[in-house]
């Protein structure tokens, strides 16, 4: 986050520099602790405002893929990991919920 930046703002922000896409927030997904490393993570859901995404600012390379096509091993945060793997259940699901967790040191 920013100053003066509400966490939403913060994920908007944060989707347009790491993949060029211009998002709408739906709602809080996951928030995910990191103590040793002082961090708390917090995810949401969101819609594609236009179709159009790309690598950003800060990565190198953007793409949509179906959840069975998702590659795992190539996920550069657990984090990142532990969300989809939550979003993943809940669409199978057909229902959203809020999910938090506590990442412990490796």
Same mark, same amino acid.
């Given at each position: 986050?920013?100053?003066?930046?509400?966490?939403?703002?913060?994920?908007?922000?944060?989707?347009?520099?790491?993949?060029?896409?211009?998002?709408?927030?739906?709602?809080? =997904?996951?928030?995910? &602790? +990191?103590?040793?490393?002082?961090? #708390?993570?917090?995810?949401?859901? !969101?819609?594609?405002?236009?179709?159009?995404?790309?690598?950003?600012?800060?990565?190198?390379?953007?793409?949509?893929?179906?959840?069975?096509?998702?590659?795992?091993?190539?996920?550069? =945060?657990?984090?990142? &990991? +532990?969300?989809?793997?939550?979003? #993943?259940?809940?669409?199978?699901? !057909?229902t959203y919920s809020f999910h938090e967790t506590e990442l412990p040191a490796t």
């Amino acid at each position: 986050m920013e100053n003066g930046e509400s966490t939403a703002q913060a994920a908007i922000r944060e989707t347009h520099e790491e993949a060029g896409a211009t998002i709408l927030i739906d709602a809080p =997904f996951a928030m995910i &602790s +990191i103590a040793h490393i002082n961090q #708390v993570h917090l995810f949401y859901r !969101g819609r594609m405002a236009t179709p159009h995404f790309s690598a950003g600012e800060e990565s190198l390379e953007a793409s949509l893929c179906h959840p069975d096509q998702i590659p795992w091993n190539e996920l550069a =945060f657990r984090s990142v &990991s +532990i969300c989809l793997e939550r979003y #993943v259940a809940d669409r199978a699901l !057909g229902t959203y919920s809020f999910h938090e967790t506590e990442l412990p040191a490796t």
